[in-house]
């Protein structure tokens, strides 16, 4: 199984708003409705941020929301803050009953 | 508090096992499938295996399949992974994760997370 595709790096200003893609197959994007976003900081364990079928916990900013289009999913983050700086990576659950974790996509908050 | 605690990483020479603790505490235990998750140095997230809520399914990346087990006493709150054949590129940072989903079954969501605990395999 490959890895989802994320783009290695985004950035953008304080303020502003980004949007990292996410694209699979029709064996995983496509074709699962658990599609999630997790956020790590630097030696930090990664944290959950959503899923496309379950709702965002408590604790996690409004300012964090996302999509799914075909084989595609998006994570936007609006008003872009200091501490949004991350990695960023998707993950989907697959038709073969295994998980798949896009590559990483590390923010940059300049 | 929900919270996930690993133990059982360490130094092991190529070829050597290794087993690996998650004690689980602050929600029913039983109630969620529960996985392991990777991160070798440097690099990004890889799953590695999922097991129902009450143990009876269990799910393997093809990387590990044959050479991890993984199992889980709910009895004792607390998932394992059993680590044979080790090889160098299974160096990581091992992650135990709470699956999103009350069913207890494997979903692949994971809302918590672990601090890690690291597995070496070196010479």
């Known amino acids: 199984q490959s890895a989802l595709t994320q783009p290695a790096s985004v950035s953008g200003s304080p303020g502003q708003s980004i949007t990292i893609s996410c694209t699979g197959t029709s064996s995983d994007v496509g074709g699962s409705n658990y599609v999630s976003w997790y956020q790590q900081h630097p030696g930090k364990a990664p944290k959950f941020l959503f899923s496309h079928v379950t709702n965002r916990p408590s604790g996690v900013s409004n300012r964090f929301s996302g999509s799914k289009s075909g084989n595609t999913a998006s994570l936007t983050i609006s008003g872009l803050q200091a501490e949004d700086e991350a990695d960023y990576y998707c993950?989907?659950?697959?038709?073969?009953?295994?998980?798949?974790f896009g590559g990483g996509t590390k923010l940059t908050v300049l | 508090e929900v919270q996930l605690l690993e133990s059982g990483g360490g130094l092991v020479q190529p070829g050597g096992s290794l087993r690996l603790s998650c004690a689980a505490s602050g929600f029913s235990f039983a109630s969620y499938a529960m996985s392991w998750v990777r991160q070798a140095p440097g690099k990004g997230l890889e799953w590695v295996s999922a097991?129902?809520?009450?143990?009876?399914?269990?799910y393997y990346a093809g990387s590990v399949r044959g050479r991890f087990t993984i199992s889980r006493d709910n009895s004792k709150n607390t998932l394992y992974l059993q680590m044979n054949s080790l090889r160098a590129e299974d160096t990581a940072v091992y992650y135990c994760?709470?699956?999103?989903?009350?069913?207890?079954?494997?979903?692949?969501?994971?809302?918590?997370w672990g601090q890690g605990t690291v597995v070496t395999v070196s010479s």
């Open positions: 097991i129902s809520g009450s143990g009876g399914s269990a």
């Open positions: 993950s989907s659950y697959t038709t073969s009953d295994t998980v798949v």
């Open positions: 994760t709470k699956d999103a989903d009350y069913t207890g079954t494997h979903g692949g969501v994971f809302d918590i």
